[in-house]
Structure formats: C-alpha cells, structure tokens
C-alpha cells in the first residue's frame, strides 16, 4: 500500500479492548470480545479508514489481542498495520525479539511499518534502533520504518545520514499544541514525502471544553461541531493525517463527517494564526532528559 491509498483518518486503538480485560480467560486463552466496540471497528474498516497502529502498552496488551480478533474478520491486506516498539530495548537483538512477538499477537507475516514509539523506547544509541528497524524491513518482517516523537535533529539524522526513506512519523500536533510545527518538522516531513500522522488532535476533547471563541464561531458558521471543525482544519488544510478513537459508531460517523465540507481560506488562515498562551509558554525538552517531552506535552495543561 503507497502513501496516497492512505485514508485521510487514522484508526486510534488505544484503550480498545479494555473493557473486557478482566475477560482474559486462563483456561481457555480466548478473549471475551466487546462486540460494541468490535462493530465500530469493523465500521471505520467498512468506510475506507486504513491505517491503524497499535502497540501492546496499550491496555495492558489487550488491546493488541484485541486488534488480533479484528484482523480475523476483515481482508489485512486491506489495511496499513503500523507496531510500536516500546521500553526495555537493551541491545539490538531485542528490538526483532520484540516485533516477532507482535506478529504473532496480531497473527500476521508482517507489519507495514515498525517504529520505536519515543527515542527512549531503546537503551542503545537512536541510529543502531533505525538500522535495525531497517534491517527488519530488508527481510521481510515490516514493508516499511516509520518514526515518532523525535527532535528535528533526530529525524535529519535517520533521513540524510542513515538513509531510511520514511513511511510516516507520529507526532504531536493540535489546534493548541503546534510546537512540531514550529521546528520545522511538518515542513520536513512535507518536503520528504513522510506522512505526518498526528495524535491527540482533540487533546482528549479538552480543547472542545475550553470552548475558544474562535471554535465557537466557526462550529455555528458551518453548522458542525468543534471536533468536525479541527479534523477538517488538519486534513484539508495542514494536510496531516489525525489519529481518531474507534470505539463508538456514532463519533465515527462524526468524525467522516467532518471530511465532507471546506471552509473559507479565510477561516483556514485563522487557525493556523490561532496561538495559546498556556502552551506556548512551556518548553519542550526536545532530548528528552528531565524536562517536558514532546510526548507528555499536551497533557501539561487541562
């Protein structure tokens, strides 16, 4: 699957499977499925929605055997399936260990594309991670490496200095937080062809709640709702792909909604002036070594 049979709005699993996960039973190993949550899935797959990313932090894991039972009612091919690598990376050995591990979770031959979900996810130096990851795409057990919360230094060095050609990169970025925005990263990504996917576009709905006047008048101007107003900002605007929950067929049907109209240049051109003050006056501490990382900023203000 290319970048351009990417749907516009990614499949956000984290916390799927949760409900039930007191359902694991030991006798049997068969998870006890929330079928509410499965139908609303299957939905967003039955409406085109392709790229989905997972990772077995998510739930406690349950949410990745939960993806498992999913993949055994829908055609994987399909479907764009993006793994985390997570902590306790401690030689390089373990990042394979860790993705085989996955795959067999998920029942696949393969993942579409592997990523160490923060530089910290790996004891070992950030370019001997990538190489790996690239490596592992070499035979076959991931078609592509993508990257996430790194600093723009970081990304330069994975592109021009190792060579990786990047499927995606997953990054932080909403009406109130713009700071990958700010260093360049969305223009980088944008010039390399790297598909920005970015998470927490509502901040957990917390920007809805602040109700801004800005959000306010254009949801009454177009006749939508605050979230529907942001989606559409990031994809017809930013051109960035946001990471949506999937648990409820009616906030999926929202979310589709929200594709399905433009609003004036005007109106695009406001928002990206749009600024917060609350956010704009922390620091990200782009290293990562004690301050605030990208991946814990927005949830630095409610």
């Given at each position: ?16 499977g ?40 998510y ?18 091919n ?19 260990e ?150 409820k ?13 433009e ?40």
């Amino acid at each position: 699957m290319n970048k351009n049979n990417i749907f516009p709005l990614a499949i956000g699993t984290y916390g799927l499977g949760a409900s039930r996960s007191e359902s694991w039973e030991e006798n049997n190993n068969e998870l006890v499925i929330d079928e509410e949550e499965m139908k609303a899935l299957i939905y967003s797959y039955e409406q085109g929605q392709n790229f989905i990313e997972t990772s077995y932090i998510y739930a406690g894991g349950q949410t990745m055997k939960f993806i498992s039972e999913f993949l055994k009612r829908v055609d994987r091919n399909k479907l764009f399936i993006t793994v985390k690598i997570e902590n306790f990376i401690e030689k390089v050995a373990d990042i394979e260990e860790q993705l085989d591990k996955y795959l067999n979770i998920l029942g696949i031959d393969y993942a579409d594309s592997v990523l160490l979900h923060t530089p910290k996810a790996s004891k070992i130096p950030l370019e001997e991670s990538y190489r790996e990851l690239k490596r592992l795409v070499s035979i076959g057990k991931s078609k592509n490496v993508s990257a996430s919360n790194l600093s723009i230094n970081q990304l330069k060095m994975i592109v021009e200095e190792l060579g990786i050609e990047l499927f995606s990169f997953e990054g932080l970025y909403n009406l109130e937080c713009k700071q990958n925005e700010d260093v360049g990263i969305l223009d980088y990504c944008k010039k390399h062809n790297i598909l920005f996917i970015n998470y927490q576009p509502f901040r957990r709905n917390r920007t809805a709640n602040h109700n801004y006047p800005l959000l306010v008048e254009l949801a009454s101007k177009y006749n939508k709702t605050q979230n529907q107003i942001l989606l559409n900002y990031y994809v017809k605007e930013k051109n960035i792909i946001p990471i949506t929950k999937a648990n409820k067929i009616e906030h999926i049907k929202l979310n589709l909604e929200a594709l399905n109209f433009e609003m004036e240049q005007q109106d695009y051109q406001r928002l990206n002036d749009f600024r917060c003050e609350e956010f704009d006056k922390l620091e990200v501490d782009w290293e990562d070594v004690g301050g605030i990382p990208i991946y814990k900023f927005a949830n630095q203000v409610e």
